[in-house]
């Protein structure tokens, strides 16, 4: 009777088990039918519509605060793209930074425009206005394809075979984008103008070289979104609102921030902007981890050592297609920050002339400020921009 029980016991289990993975199976395979999420919107999907067109105009980021906003869709989501200037002028794309959206470099744009350019910049996937894309690593080549999607939404050739080319003013990461891109596709370039870029720096600061951005799986979201928002110097406490203060002045860019008033001058709310990305982009933390694990900000040696033996006029080691671009046997503009810690001029400048080997072909100039010196010090970059371009 006691083995009678004991096998009954048994076989009630295994026919437990059984079902349990019968309906983990269907489950799965239902699952498996089922669309995955391609995209975590912006914004512009997520707060926008929910909200008055007096309530987006008091945003820090309101979605016209630079001119010729479009919206543009793409295969890894919709992107935020901004073009305006003269038809004719000479064009200028424009990159920015891993973490504030395209508004940071738009004094430097606006002095470019009064200066004849034409100028065009977008907001980064997973920053500003553009959607985050899933399942594809923030690489070189994702960035690399935005620059195309942005380019190609143009009503004016930016790429085409009458378009003249064009100039890339890339700041930080954007400095590395510009670079790969410019690695693959010289022909199009028709110089180089890098804000502190990122690339190949040596190191980040160390609060970016903890284990949990290398390996994010081992924290809960929740606890991630806390770690990144630490590091930029956010309030994390903030609940997800699409009416965040215009005039809050976290401590992310508090450097710019401060150098703004030390100058004088009456700048964007570079803090706040970021401050509202970091609160109502629910695809940011993202975007930012999947930059920092897969993106063209270190080690990038390869990709630049291509663009300077084009910059150089060097015959034997590039593709004949760039002989009769611009870029060709040119020079490489690089602009730093005098206070900047994050990307430190003398290493910087010491490792890129240890690529080109002639600082012939290189110019190196600094401007006040620390790593957000685009914002405060915008005069001193246009004019160092405009005198490496010949502008008028």
């Known amino acids: 009777m006691e083995t009678l029980t004991l096998r009954s016991i048994s076989q009630s289990i295994w026919t437990a088990l059984a079902a349990v993975a019968l309906a983990t199976l269907l489950l799965t395979l239902r699952l498996a039918r089922l669309p995955l999420q391609q995209t975590i919107p912006s914004p512009r999907d997520t707060l926008l519509p929910k909200i008055s067109p007096k309530q987006a105009a008091a945003l820090p980021y309101p979605p016209d605060l630079l001119p010729g906003a479009r919206d543009v869709a793409t295969p890894y989501g919709m992107m935020r793209v901004y073009e305006w200037g003269p038809e004719d002028g000479e064009k200028m794309l424009f990159i920015h930074g891993d973490t504030t959206p395209a508004p940071m470099l738009g004094p430097v744009a606006r002095d470019l425009v009064n200066r004849g350019c034409r100028v065009m910049m977008f907001d980064l996937w997973g920053r500003g206005y553009s959607d985050t894309p899933l399942g594809v690593p923030h690489d070189a080549r994702l960035y690399g394809m935005q620059v195309l999607f942005a380019a190609a939404s143009s009503t004016l050739s930016w790429t085409g075979a009458n378009s003249d080319g064009f100039s890339f003013v890339a700041f930080s990461l954007g400095g590395g984008i510009a670079m790969a891109f410019a690695a693959d596709f010289p022909y199009l370039i028709n110089s180089i103008i890098l804000l502190a870029p990122g690339g190949i720096i040596r190191r980040l600061p160390d609060e970016y070289e903890t284990i949990f951005f290398r390996y994010p799986s081992l924290l809960p979201f929740s606890f991630l979104r806390d770690l990144v928002g630490k590091t930029l110097g956010?309030?994390?406490?903030?609940?997800?609102?699409?009416?965040?203060?215009?005039?809050?002045?976290?401590?992310?860019?508090?450097?710019?921030?401060?150098?703004?008033?030390?100058?004088?001058?009456?700048?964007?709310?570079?803090?706040?902007?970021?401050?509202?990305?970091?609160?109502?982009?629910?695809?940011?933390?993202?975007?930012?981890?999947?930059?920092?694990?897969?993106?063209?900000?270190?080690?990038?040696?390869?990709?630049?050592?291509?663009?300077?033996?084009?910059?150089?006029?060097?015959?034997?080691?590039?593709?004949?297609?760039?002989?009769?671009?611009?870029?060709?046997?040119?020079?490489?503009?690089?602009?730093?920050?005098?206070?900047?810690?994050?990307?430190?001029?003398?290493?910087?400048?010491?490792?890129?002339?240890?690529?080109?080997?002639?600082?012939?072909?290189?110019?190196?100039?600094i401007v006040p400020g620390g790593h957000g010196f685009p914002v405060p010090s915008c005069d001193e970059v246009a004019k160092h921009i405009s005198d490496f371009c010949g502008l008028a």
Request: glycine letters at 6%.
């Open 234 to 365: 956010l309030k994390v406490s903030h609940s997800p609102t699409g009416c965040s203060d215009p005039r809050v002045q976290s401590q992310s860019g508090g450097e710019m921030a401060q150098e703004a008033q030390l100058m004088g001058k009456e700048v964007l709310d570079i803090p706040g902007i970021v401050q509202w990305q970091f609160d109502n982009h629910k695809g940011f933390i993202h975007s930012f981890i999947s930059t920092h694990l897969y993106g063209p900000i270190k080690y990038q040696h390869s990709d630049w050592r291509r663009v300077c033996s084009v910059v150089k006029g060097d015959t034997a080691h590039t593709s004949p297609s760039s002989h009769s671009s611009k870029l060709f046997k040119s020079k490489i503009l690089v602009i730093f920050g005098e206070a900047d810690s994050v990307v430190r001029a003398e290493e910087v400048s010491a490792d890129l002339l240890d690529i080109i080997c002639d600082p012939e072909y290189v110019e190196f100039k």
